[in-house]
């Protein structure tokens, strides 16, 4: 079975992997993880919500508004982290998660981020990045966002 972490892992040196290891981020839940398993991570969920466009949101094995939340919790993870790694080891981390926003940017459109606010249970103290400003075009993720506020639409 393909684990596209491995295969990432793969292509870097055993001291680069010990410095990726070094720089783990913590989470609020005391979960550790790295830059490269992050930025892999959030490309897994965006290949998810991407391909599950095409299923209706009635269908109960699809991802939902809050795992898109949780998606766009990661990303700020692998942000986190990416900016602590020094400028050598984020040129190589960095297509990984280019993959991810690339694709992202391909089936999402500029949103006001207000109704991700609730869903997420987020406060207006909360730094968020361009990712949180951006909605599905289409699919079952964007029909359960929109239950949530009936006034909703993107800009």
Known sequence: MYDALD????KFAPDELELLENLRVVTRWRREFDALSLAVEWTAWVERFDAERVFPASDMSVRTEHDFAGALFCRDRAEQAF???PASLAAKVEPYLDAGDQRF???TVPD????MVDIA???AT?????WWFRMPVDGPVIELIKSWNPRFRTE
């Open 105 to 107: 940017r391909g089936f």
């Open 112 to 115: 006001s981020g207000e109704t």
């Open 83 to 85: 900016q602590a790694l």
């Open 121 to 123: 249970g987020i406060d």
């Open 126 to 130: 909360y730094v968020r990045k361009w």
């Open 7 to 10: 295969d990432a892992r793969s």
